[in-house]
């Protein structure tokens, strides 16, 4: 049997004991790198009963998070959208009419045709992310944008400042494969992310190798339900992490830990590197970090001294203006030790770099036009109210088409954001499950599917798996997939490419066999095809995924992005966060809360139930210190904005931090707009990204 045939799975259909229920393969759709393959009991033709983990991939291992467990309870929502609408009303006001599909997509055809003519094509701008991960219903809008020459994506808000960090010195978005933890790694370390909130395979993983006698170290600024697990959690400051990873270096490099073999055969400059962190003492990290010079110095030795040593780099690096030198320099950590040369040991932050798919059909790669502007996903409040340079010096965006995310909700800089929704000249289409902030301030809203009622094909991140789904229920009312939307539009507009003709299963086979994968029909069948490289190449021991084949402790930022040139050569604390200052002495990081994904289940009852209330989490002394007590009402604010929430003493973080957890709809804050009226749409360095942990505020006791 060969290591990707999966032939031992379980049958893909399992009939059970009560008549007509039937056990059905599918796959997770949602933003997580978990990508969990999924056992779904299907009643009848139209709804689902309980939802679990699969054993036919065993990173999954049976195990999936609460919210998708419960997934009935959102699927079968009374309050879905099942019929396309127009506004009847003033924008946001959520007076709409049913109107047909064939009319609804003819006026939203209209419109873009109208707006191009007055502007010019790129007027135009597809707007999307990751509400599902599926590459034909996600991706398949560009498809659209290329063939009709509209704005170009530049896709920032989640992945592009720790894609860039691993990518800086490792080479490639890959690593050592998870699985191993289980029986192998001594030490695990889970840095920059909270997977019992967001990946909680991790956590499998993670346990079994705790159960043995592994330790594990959580880096996150707050005590999070990870943290609870762990032997040691060492809260830093936010964005202070690479000042953490390089005071450990100095230990490393003084100490004797570091494998000057592995270094001389597998780095690029070992020797500046050593004589660099010579000069970062703990003491200099210790003041940066607000770590005792003990717990670094504890850390490091334990680090050193244990050769299978596994570090889980997580997204939270992505949400800091230094998140890329961060990345980068807790990626050093593994090539100073050599730890990359034994099972069990290296690093993972994510795979999606090894999967051969070709995107044509698709995305419709063979008619990209460079010249084109692109816009930056995250500066959607600047370029909807005119920032020149958010808009490249091009046309305003009049027309949007907009599917799988909720930026009224889910953007930074907020009251940018709806003021530009609400502009008269602005032609919005939302192409939605439920009535969302975005919805409500749209033109047309259009009913769409959710991932057991299409097809579609999945990469993964946290696995290494390629994973095929096909609908497992009918669509309720007139919900309709992505790519039906797409492709009607299509043939409205004028566009051509042959991917607008094909069905989503016939792209999806199409583009499997031309790139060398199992075609469709095999890959749902078997439960997924492995692309794990082998324990030599997924430890680069047979060189790092570099011309030279060394990892990087220098690398090149100046080609990700123009300001590269301000990033420091060698690993260090690059210092452009937005600090506390005398008027904003709080740093506050919004982190995932446990039910919730970004602006999803925020719908259900049980998720609303569990996490109660917008909520402030503060250091107690600080709290005792200021007057505050559990529960009392916070306004939270600086130069972008303010919003009311409330206080919750937590150990576990240090004085001048503050935890608001999951991005919580508008209308469940006093001031009828959320946590993200105080984020910031700067783009990170050196080649942007959203900022979202990176946010300097003010804290009083609202009146």
Not at 247 to 258: D, P, Q, R, T
Not at 297 to 313: D, E, H, N, S
Not at 581 to 604: G, H, I, M, Q, Y
Request: glycine share 8%; with cysteine.
């Amino acid at each position: 049997m060969s290591p990707d045939d999966h032939a031992y799975a379980p049958n893909a259909r399992v009939k059970h004991g009560d008549a007509g229920i039937t056990t059905v393969p599918s796959v997770c759709p949602h933003d997580c790198t978990s990508t969990c393959a999924l056992d779904v009991e299907r009643l009848d033709a139209k709804r689902i009963g309980r939802v679990r983990g699969s054993m036919r991939n065993d990173y999954t291992a049976g195990v999936i998070c609460e919210k998708v467990a419960r997934y009935a309870e959102r699927i079968h929502h009374p309050d879905r959208l099942m019929k396309p609408l127009r506004r009847v009303g003033p924008k946001g006001s959520k007076q709409f009419a049913e109107i047909s599909w064939s009319d609804a997509l003819d006026i939203v055809a209209e419109q873009f045709i109208a707006k191009a003519r007055q502007h010019g094509s790129e007027t135009i701008w597809p707007y999307y992310y990751a509400g599902t991960m599926g590459l034909v219903q996600r991706d398949g809008i560009n498809l659209l944008r290329h063939a009709m020459k509209y704005s170009r994506w530049f896709s920032t808000i989640c992945v592009t400042l720790s894609d860039t960090g691993w990518i800086a010195g490792v080479g490639a978005k890959r690593g050592a494969d998870v699985r191993e933890v289980d029986e192998h790694s001594d030490l695990v370390v889970i840095w920059g992310g909270n997977p019992v909130n967001t990946q909680v395979n991790v956590m499998t993983h993670a346990m079994k190798a705790k159960k043995r006698g592994a330790k594990l170290v959580v880096v996150d600024p707050y005590r999070t339900g990870t943290a609870d697990q762990a032997d040691i959690h060492l809260a830093v400051r936010p964005g202070t992490d690479g000042a953490l990873a390089v005071g450990v270096m100095h230990v490393l490099f003084k100490e004797g830990y570091a494998d000057w073999d592995y270094l001389r055969k597998y780095t690029d400059a070992p020797d500046e590197l050593a004589a660099h962190v010579a000069t970062r003492t703990p003491e200099w990290a210790s003041k940066i970090t607000g770590l005792s010079v003990e717990e670094i110095v504890g850390f490091a030795r334990l680090y050193g001294q244990t050769k299978a040593a596994f570090i889980r780099c997580h997204h939270g690096f992505s949400r800091s203006r230094n998140g890329a030198a961060n990345m980068h320099a807790v990626t050093c950590l593994p090539a100073v030790t050599g730890a990359w040369k034994v099972k069990g040991g290296g690093a993972l932050y994510g795979h999606t770099g090894m999967y051969p798919i070709k995107k044509t059909l698709i995305e419709g790669t063979d008619m990209i036009d460079l010249s084109l502007r692109e816009l930056d996903q995250s500066r959607l409040g600047p370029i909807l109210t005119g920032d020149p340079e958010a808009l490249k010096n091009g046309p305003p965006v009049t027309g949007m088409l907009i599917q799988n995310t909720n930026p009224a909700m889910v953007c930074p800089e907020l009251e940018k954001v709806h003021a530009g929704f609400k502009r008269d000249d602005l032609f919005v289409c939302v192409h939605e499950q439920f009535m969302t902030e975005t919805a409500a301030l749209a033109d047309i809203v259009l009913p769409a599917t959710m991932f057991l009622e299409h097809d579609d094909f999945y990469t993964a991140s946290g696995h290494t798996f390629f994973q095929v789904t096909k609908a497992v229920i009918e669509p309720p009312g007139e919900c309709r997939e992505n790519h039906y939307v797409i492709s009607e539009l299509a043939k409205r507009l004028g566009a051509k490419h042959r991917g607008f003709d094909m069905s989503a299963w016939e792209i999806m086979d199409e583009s499997l066999k031309a790139s060398g994968m199992w075609d469709a029909e095999t890959n749902w069948q078997k439960g997924g095809q492995d692309f794990h490289l082998g324990f030599e190449t997924s430890h680069f021991l047979d060189g790092f995924a570099w011309p030279d084949k060394k990892f990087r402790f220098k690398p090149d930022w100046s080609a990700y992005g123009p300001r590269g040139k301000d990033m420091p050569v060698l690993p260090d604390h690059f210092d452009v966060i937005d600090n506390a200052t005398e008027d904003k002495p709080f740093r506050l990081v919004a982190a995932p809360a446990r039910t919730f994904l970004n602006s999803t289940f925020t719908e259900t009852p049980s998720s609303q139930k569990r996490e109660v209330r917008p909520t402030a989490l503060m250091n107690p002394e600080q709290c005792t210190e200021m007057g505050i007590a559990e529960g009392d009402r916070l306004e939270i604010g600086n130069d972008r904005g303010k919003t009311i929430v409330h206080a919750k003493p937590r150990k576990g973080q240090q004085k001048g931090v503050v935890v608001v957890e999951g991005i919580w709809p508008n209308r469940n804050f006093e001031t009828g707009i959320g946590i993200n009226i105080l984020t910031s749409a700067d783009p990170g360095w050196p080649n942007g990204g959203a900022v979202f942990h990176d946010t300097a505020v003010w804290i009083r006791k609202a009146s």
